[in-house]
């Protein structure tokens, strides 16, 4: 029983295509789209993940990480330094749509993708 399980679960997770569905960030009460990201040990925090961005609206992304590099986001070509224990926070308007990649670039270590639609 348990091994027909297992291979039910197998079976659908690669039918997905390997892409969770994107996830709504906390929006403020101004209606700004906030998404935080926390890098610690070696890895994102909950995992990398993709969220969901309404085009023309205002985000924040913000980076807290416990090493020292640049936060990038592709696409919009925005970038900010975090300092080890530290945050950072990029703010920008969401005008252009896609998909787009936010890491830590001399890493290379991909911390989410944010989907503007």
Request: glycine content about 12%; some cysteine.
């Amino acid at each position: 029983m348990l091994v027909a399980i297992a291979a039910t679960v197998l079976t659908l997770a690669g039918c997905s295509g390997g892409q969770a569905a994107a996830i709504t960030p906390t929006v403020t009460a101004d209606g700004v789209q906030r998404v935080e990201l926390r890098y610690a040990g070696g890895a994102v925090q909950g995992g990398v993940r993709r969220f969901a961005i309404p085009a023309g609206s205002t985000v924040e992304l913000v980076v807290a990480s416990d090493v020292a590099d640049e936060v990038h986001l592709h696409g919009y070509d925005r970038a900010g330094f975090v300092t080890a224990g530290a945050t950072t926070t990029l703010r920008f308007v969401a005008g252009v749509k896609g998909v787009f990649e936010v890491e830590l670039e001399q890493r290379g270590a991909e911390l989410a993708q944010l989907e503007v639609s």
